[in-house]
């Protein structure tokens, strides 16, 4: 079977969308949408490659210092190179050895106006993360970055399916043909003893083409939303 995305080009946008206390009169919204570009670089053995380029930024809280800082940081993952299996699922991060070239000079340019414990253990995080490409992997597959595109669902199916969330929960996946679209429902099991107090998801795929899906997740205090639409 073909890759749903084996062709030139397919731009999609994604959006997380964080509401803290939602249920409060104090209750806050932030958005953070980024417009990609996703290029089919050719296939190695059973593997695909792909370049991601994101070509707009466009972030709510981006006129104060905490979402200018964090638009910076997002800087350094506008450009990858990933190779992914038949399903989607990120096998390898290509450029990494490009993502950690730029990360010292991302660093050096945010220290000049960011300080303090916080704004540092960030950097360190981030640098963690660089130097475990399985867990930049498992960053990048997560619902705020690129899971939504690659998360192993690219590939519409006739029977449920069921993985394990970063949330320790159980994600089923259910699908409904609805003339030429295949709908995926996306629901939990087991979040007794989790920190999540609901979740749910949709993925739509029309003629095997992957067009838009969202997932939410509440927790705590806070209710976050992902989303992705093929935009061209």
Same mark, same amino acid.
């Given at each position: 079977m073909e890759h749903p995305l084996k062709n030139l080009c397919k731009t999609y946008?994604?959006?997380? $969308? %964080? $509401?803290?206390?939602?249920?409060?009169?104090y209750s806050t919204q932030k958005s953070y949408v980024r417009t990609? *570009?996703? @290029? @089919? +670089?050719?296939?190695e053995k059973d593997c695909f490659k792909y370049q991601?380029?994101?070509?707009? !930024?466009? !972030?709510?809280?981006?006129?104060?210092?905490?979402?200018?800082f964090l638009k910076q940081i997002s800087y350094l993952f506008d450009e990858l190179e990933l190779t992914v299996d038949h399903d989607g699922n990120i096998?390898? %991060?290509?450029? $990494?050895?490009f993502l950690r070239s730029r990360w010292p000079e991302i660093v050096d340019r945010l220290s000049n106006t960011h300080k303090g414990e916080a704004i540092e253990n960030y950097f360190r995080q981030i640098s963690s993360l660089l130097d475990n490409e399985e867990d930049l992997i498992? !960053?990048?597959?997560? @619902?705020?970055? !690129?899971? +939504?595109l690659f998360n192993g669902l690219l590939q519409p199916f006739d029977s449920r399916r069921k993985r394990k969330s970063p949330d320790g929960f159980i994600e089923m996946m259910t699908p409904v043909k *609805?003339?030429?679209?295949? %709908? +995926?429902? $996306?629901?939990?099991?087991?979040? *007794?003893?989790? *920190? %999540?107090d609901h979740f749910g998801g949709l993925l739509q795929f029309k003629k095997g083409h992957y067009e838009e899906g969202f997932t939410e997740v509440k927790k705590h205090n806070t209710h976050l939303k992902h989303s992705l639409l093929w935009i061209g």
């Open positions: 946008r994604f959006e997380t $969308i %964080v $509401i803290s206390n939602p249920d409060t009169s990609a *570009e996703i @290029y @089919y +670089l050719g296939n991601i380029l994101v070509v707009d !930024f466009n !972030f709510s809280n981006d006129d104060n210092a905490a979402g200018k096998m390898r %991060v290509d450029n $990494i050895g498992e !960053f990048l597959g997560g @619902y705020n970055m !690129f899971g +939504l *609805e003339g030429d679209k295949m %709908v +995926l429902t $996306i629901s939990p099991e087991n979040l *007794e003893g989790t *920190e %999540v």
